[in-house]
């Protein structure tokens, strides 16, 4: 008896799945595998339906969507324009002070040395280009999500509305993302842009939540107690002490950003992607994996750099 109420759950989904086995070569024996086919298909239907409104929304918000390509294109150019400017020993030496201050002198040394390592490769220019699609793409990123991360945290019912968007979103495959920037936006780089943003947002949104939501309360009633309003409870009390978590979610985000490089070479982006699949294409196996070696470099100098900004420095 003890045993049946110890693995009471095991032993009915064991039998659960027996009945519906038996169920199953019952039901083809006597209908056969024909019979069997889902009586219907809606999928053309819904399939119309989103058609024509995408159809509509880019007829009629033709505007809307030339302003921000035009827009993100200046400011891709000249960020690129302004990372190859730089020589590349002063943007080094940039890189090595970037991690001795933020991290430490082995943080700056390995991220200087990882730098002359693409240079080495020449992929230093495509490594700038990628740099700048992250840089704007990240920025759009987290200027949405943490807005939309503070809302999450003030509101039970926003964050009971956006969760499964954000699964949805985290679930969804990759190539998905590319689908809206080629609708709204063409082939290039600004399409490139929204797809990355749309993949690498969710953590910047999540963990923004989790940190607020994490404050002790204790904190946030003495700040209340001291007649604290709304906007000073939050941009005193609960952001700072969130700061730690928010930026996991801007870790996470740049991370999701340069896994979404190669991909979104796929519609045109510049950059290390690029070089990725045009090696690839050409069953270049060697070329490949370098350009895929200097994206998970800039992932480890990132991550290094950006971990140690609200950690305590270590010589």
Same mark, same amino acid.
């Given at each position: 008896?003890?045993?049946?109420?110890?693995?009471?759950?095991?032993?009915?989904?064991?039998?659960?799945?027996?009945?519906?086995?038996?169920?199953?070569? #019952?039901?083809?024996?006597?209908?056969?595998?024909?019979?069997?086919?889902?009586?219907?298909?809606?999928?053309?239907?819904? @399939?119309?339906?989103?058609?024509?409104?995408?159809?509509?929304?880019?007829?009629?918000?033709?505007?809307?969507?030339?302003?921000?390509?035009?827009?993100?294109?200046? #400011?891709?150019?000249?960020?690129?324009?302004?990372?190859?400017?730089?020589?590349?020993?002063?943007?080094?030496?940039?890189?090595?002070?970037?991690?001795?201050?933020?991290?430490?002198?082995?943080?700056?040394?390995?991220?200087?040395?990882?730098?002359?390592?693409?240079?080495?490769?020449?992929?230093?220019?495509?490594?700038?280009?990628?740099?700048?699609?992250?840089?704007?793409?990240?920025?759009?990123?987290?200027?949405?999500?943490?807005?939309?991360?503070?809302?999450?945290? /003030? @509101?039970?019912?926003?964050?009971?509305?956006?969760?499964?968007?954000?699964?949805?979103?985290?679930?969804?495959?990759?190539?998905?993302?590319?689908?809206?920037?080629?609708?709204?936006?063409?082939?290039?780089?600004?399409?490139?842009?929204?797809?990355?943003?749309?993949?690498?947002?969710?953590?910047?949104?999540?963990?923004?939540?989790?940190?607020? /939501?994490? #404050?002790?309360? !204790?904190?946030? $009633?003495?700040?209340? !107690?001291?007649? @604290?309003?709304?906007?000073?409870?939050?941009?005193?009390?609960?952001?700072?002490?969130?700061?730690?978590?928010?930026?996991?979610?801007?870790?996470?985000?740049?991370?999701?950003?340069?896994?979404? @490089?190669?991909?979104?070479?796929?519609?045109?982006?510049?950059?290390?992607?690029? $070089?990725?699949?045009? !090696?690839?294409?050409?069953?270049?196996?060697?070329?490949?994996?370098?350009?895929?070696?200097?994206?998970?470099?800039?992932?480890?100098?990132?991550?290094?750099?950006?971990?140690?900004?609200?950690?305590?420095? !270590?010589?």
């Amino acid at each position: 008896m003890k045993f049946i109420q110890k693995y009471r759950s095991l032993i009915f989904l064991g039998s659960a799945i027996c009945g519906a086995l038996i169920a199953s070569v #019952v039901i083809h024996s006597v209908t056969g595998d024909d019979n069997l086919r889902y009586p219907t298909n809606i999928g053309p239907e819904i @399939s119309n339906v989103i058609d024509d409104f995408i159809y509509w929304l880019v007829v009629n918000g033709e505007w809307f969507f030339d302003g921000i390509t035009d827009n993100l294109k200046i #400011v891709l150019d000249n960020l690129r324009e302004f990372l190859i400017w730089i020589p590349w020993p002063v943007f080094i030496f940039l890189i090595f002070l970037l991690g001795w201050r933020l991290g430490s002198l082995r943080i700056g040394f390995v991220s200087a040395l990882g730098m002359v390592l693409i240079g080495l490769v020449n992929l230093w220019e495509p490594a700038m280009v990628t740099i700048a699609i992250m840089a704007v793409s990240v920025s759009i990123a987290v200027i949405f999500g943490i807005p939309i991360g503070i809302l999450m945290a /003030r @509101s039970n019912l926003i964050e009971t509305i956006l969760r499964p968007v954000l699964d949805a979103m985290q679930t969804m495959p990759s190539f998905v993302y590319l689908i809206p920037g080629i609708m709204f936006f063409g082939l290039g780089n600004v399409a490139a842009i929204l797809a990355t943003v749309l993949y690498s947002i969710p953590p910047c949104i999540r963990l923004t939540n989790l940190g607020i /939501r994490q #404050v002790n309360p !204790s904190v946030v $009633e003495a700040g209340e !107690s001291f007649g @604290s309003t709304t906007f000073q409870l939050l941009s005193k009390v609960q952001l700072p002490m969130a700061v730690p978590t928010i930026m996991a979610g801007i870790n996470q985000t740049i991370m999701m950003a340069l896994a979404m @490089s190669t991909i979104a070479a796929m519609v045109g982006a510049g950059g290390l992607g690029i $070089e990725v699949l045009r !090696s690839m294409g050409q069953l270049q196996e060697g070329q490949a994996f370098i350009a895929g070696s200097a994206i998970v470099i800039m992932a480890i100098i990132i991550d290094r750099i950006t971990q140690r900004i609200v950690m305590p420095r !270590s010589e």
